[in-house]
């Protein structure tokens, strides 16, 4: 039987992740709060987060980034702003 969270993103109690995406407090907060289905959400629109500004996982700044705007779209109520250049397919 999978583990249920009540997903702070989709508002409905769904099931959870299997284990903390990583570590420390925020992996935890993630584990606690996110569905697997928001957390699926989250993948998709870092990719074109990646992809459209072509960031480097090696450079801090960019891990910095992606965190900022994973908490944004995650845990915040705000609208996550796409890059200029994105056009849906």
């Given amino acids: 039987m999978s583990r249920k969270v009540q997903c702070v993103k989709i508002k409905e109690e769904l099931d959870g ?17 996110v569905s697997k289905e928001a957390w699926k959400q989250w993948l998709a629109q870092q990719t074109i987060l990646i992809n459209e500004y ?3 996982s090696l450079d801090p700044k960019a891990r910095s980034f992606l965190q900022e705007e994973m908490q944004k779209f995650l845990f915040g109520d705000e609208e996550i702003q796409m890059p200029e250049a994105f056009t849906p397919t």
């Avoid at 992740?17 to 709060?33: I, Q, R, S």
């Fill in 17 to 33: 992740l299997e284990f903390a995406p990583f570590p420390g407090e925020l992996g935890k907060k993630v584990y606690d709060n």
């Fill in 54 to 56: 072509r960031l480097s």
